[in-house]
């Protein structure tokens, strides 16, 4: 199985200020199309989670241009330009390369 | 809206069995991959099944293969888990969720192997 691995598990970050979250995968995400399917969850309190990037850097229909994503092979990026009141949650980073789909662990955004 | 609503959770004895249901509306479900994910409570996300659109591939997690199954009904929009043989470690919050989003290049549809549509979820508490 490929083990998805996030760091940092925790991001206190000030209003305004950028964040950034790490993703690393036990072996390379780039499946034999050619195609690397990597993709970034957010998940609000209270709420299930909701698909903010796909296969890397694609953003999905309605996400903020202040979310980016970044990386190949086995090391990923999420990036949070500006981060507001309303991105405080659990991040999560999902690979679609092969089964058994894997996350990585989440790592939780909050607000000094 | 394009919408997926599950049902069929509750509390079970170890043991016991369960049948979620997860009911697509606002696209043409027959299209789509579709899949479970659970998170324990305070807990991560974990993946637990998938089918793919036509039922001819279906994947289990190791922690679930040969006590539950999935299977749909395209002319149901529906999804469903049967899960048997239930244990404390399956008490979680089941999520149903869509394959997607599909791009379609030059008219032929690929899926990007991420899950764009979640349900609500629905709890299954497994305890005596």
């Known amino acids: 199985d490929i083990v998805m691995t996030q760091t940092p598990l925790s991001s206190p970050v000030t209003l305004g200020q950028p964040a950034s979250i790490s993703c690393r995968s036990s072996?390379?995400?780039?499946?034999?199309?050619?195609?690397?399917?990597l993709s970034w969850l957010q998940q609000r309190p209270g709420q299930p989670p909701r698909l903010l990037i796909y296969?890397?850097?694609n953003r999905f229909s309605g996400v903020p241009d202040r979310f980016s994503g970044s990386g190949a092979g086995t090391d990923f990026t999420l990036k949070i330009s500006r981060v507001e009141a309303e991105d405080v949650g659990v991040y999560y980073c999902?690979?679609?390369?092969?089964?058994?789909?894997?996350f990585g662990q989440g790592t939780k955004v909050e607000i000094k | 809206e394009v919408q997926l609503v599950e049902s069929g959770g509750g509390l079970v004895k170890p043991g016991g069995s369960l049948r979620l249901s997860c009911e697509a509306s606002?696209?043409?479900?027959?299209?789509?991959?579709m899949n479970w994910v659970r998170q324990a409570p305070g807990k991560g996300l974990e993946w637990v099944s998938s089918?793919?659109?036509?039922?001819?591939?279906?994947y289990y997690a190791d922690s679930v293969k040969g006590r539950f199954t999935l299977s749909r009904d395209n002319a149901k929009n529906s999804l469903y888990l049967q899960m048997n043989s239930l244990r404390a470690e399956d008490t979680a919050v089941y999520y149903c969720?869509?394959?997607?989003?599909?791009?379609?290049?030059?008219?032929?549809?690929?899926?990007?192997?991420?899950?764009?549509?979640w349900g609500q979820g629905t709890m299954v508490t497994v305890s005596s």
């Open positions: 969720a869509r394959d997607g989003p599909r791009e379609c290049p030059n008219g032929v549809c690929y899926s990007p192997w991420a899950f764009d549509i």
């Open positions: 606002g696209f043409t479900f027959s299209n789509y991959s």
């Open positions: 089918i793919s659109s036509s039922s001819s591939y279906i």
């Open positions: 072996q390379s995400l780039v499946h034999s199309d050619g195609n690397t399917y």
């Open positions: 296969k890397i850097f």
């Open positions: 999902m690979q679609g390369t092969q089964f058994p789909r894997t």
